[in-house]
């Protein structure tokens, strides 16, 4: 029989290893990292993020630096940025999702569709004709990135468009559905029509709204273990109207069941599957958009972790620096760290270093850590700057690892 009752510590190790961390298939288990164990991890997962910010990797990445170690980038590449076996939509935010996928996001585009169709104001409203250029140019000459649809307007002679336009209008074309991603080319979005990179297969599947969200639901609550209806919700960007009806049928079919989180003030459900883990073995740097935090009050639930990202803030209001990763060692995050990738000086540069309230920080151990995100990265050293109560303690430790 499940728990009825989690502490708080229980709970974030279910977390953890429903993420992938500290368990079969996990970076500490073996070396090598091939297709099969990036498709394994992108599967667990239900998709990635995709961020454009680029000082230390892109957010695409990380999460599987973090849960299988050193792997190869162009490998992910292959398989994500290209027509095959992942697609891009709107899933949580932007993201990389397995095109099987694709079907149970329809009513989503079909949501965009309506609501901008009765909009006099909208960009698909007002720009019928534009649209149809817009098919018409990528059905006569194939996919191609927004890039080549604007020389190519702009080349012509007549009534064309100048590339906000044309932007705005294959994002809108994509957002509802009639392009849809075939790939990326120097990180820039290939656009295409269903029928050019889809299966008939994933084509003809027809799915209803109910059942769409129902097994998104069960996916969420899969890759998450543990976790209140807002945080099964927000992992595929769901409304509370359309949760509660597929949450209460997964829990007649016994594929979740409710539990107590000391501490949560709040309901809980729990997978049947989630492993309880007495412990917990991580190291990680964490992405601002891996699906451990990205949903922030649920990160401080689990961690006690307050977190905002600061790219955005002005400098002299930012706390913890410029693009900060959380700093997981075994089911703790116990420190943050803002990184950036030097690549002109071969430098992993951490601009600061930063201590997670009273909780212990292994130095050592993230020294290594951010040894192996340098040689990861094709970087040759790491440099500490000065900012942060745990910059000193951080500099020494990779002081003594390279025997000074």
């Known amino acids: ?168 209008g294959l994002e809108s074309l994509f957002r509802v559905g009639a392009l849809v991603s075939a790939g990326r ?52 960007r769901l409304k509370t109207a359309d949760v509660m009806p597929a949450l209460r049928e997964l829990h007649d079919e016994g594929v979740v069941v409710p539990v107590a989180v000391d501490g949560w003030g709040r309901a809980a459900w729990l997978h049947r599957d989630a492993r309880l883990p007495r412990r917990i073995d991580a190291d990680a740097l964490l992405s601002p958009f891996d699906p451990v935090v990205w949903t922030r009050p649920r990160a401080e639930r689990l961690f006690d972790f307050h977190y905002r990202i600061e790219i955005y803030t002005p400098l002299e209001k930012r706390v913890h620096g410029y693009y900060v990763l959380p700093v997981l060692q075994d089911d703790r995050l116990v420190a943050r760290v803002d990184l950036k990738s030097d690549r002109q000086q071969g430098v992993l540069r951490v601009q600061a270093a930063w201590r997670e309230r009273d909780l212990p920080v292994d130095a050592m151990r993230l020294a290594g850590l951010l040894e192996r995100a340098a040689t990861w990265q094709g970087l040759d050293s790491v440099e500490v700057a000065s900012r942060g109560d745990l910059a000193d303690d951080l500099r020494g430790a990779l002081h003594a690892r390279s025997g000074g």
């Open 185 to 236: 080319r120097r990180f820039e979005r290939v656009y295409a029509l269903p029928e050019q990179v889809l299966p008939p297969e994933v084509l003809e599947v027809e799915v209803s709204r109910h059942d769409a969200h129902k097994r998104l639901l069960a996916h969420a609550a899969r890759a998450q273990g543990v976790a209140t209806a807002s945080d099964l919700a927000d992992y595929f």
């Open 1 to 168: 029989m499940p728990p009825e009752r989690l502490s708080p510590a229980l709970a974030r190790r279910v977390a953890l290893a429903a993420q992938g961390f500290g368990g079969p298939g996990s970076q500490a288990d073996a070396p090598s990292v091939g297709t099969r164990r990036l498709n394994a991890t992108i599967d667990r997962l239900g998709l990635l993020q995709i961020d454009s910010v680029n000082v230390f990797e892109r957010s695409h990445y990380l999460p599987l630096f973090a849960r299988l170690g050193d792997y190869d980038r162009s490998t992910l590449d292959r398989l994500t940025f290209r027509p095959g076996r992942y697609i891009e939509y709107w899933a949580h935010e932007a993201a990389l999702i397995p095109v099987g996928s694709w079907p149970l996001l329809r009513w989503r585009m079909a949501d965009y569709r309506a609501r901008w169709l009765a909009d006099n104001d909208s960009w698909l409203s007002a720009n019928p004709r534009m649209a149809q250029w817009l098919l018409d140019e990528i059905r006569d000459l194939g996919p191609l990135p927004a890039s080549l649809v604007e020389h190519d307007a702009n080349v012509r002679t007549g009534p064309w468009w100048g590339w906000g336009a044309v932007k705005q």
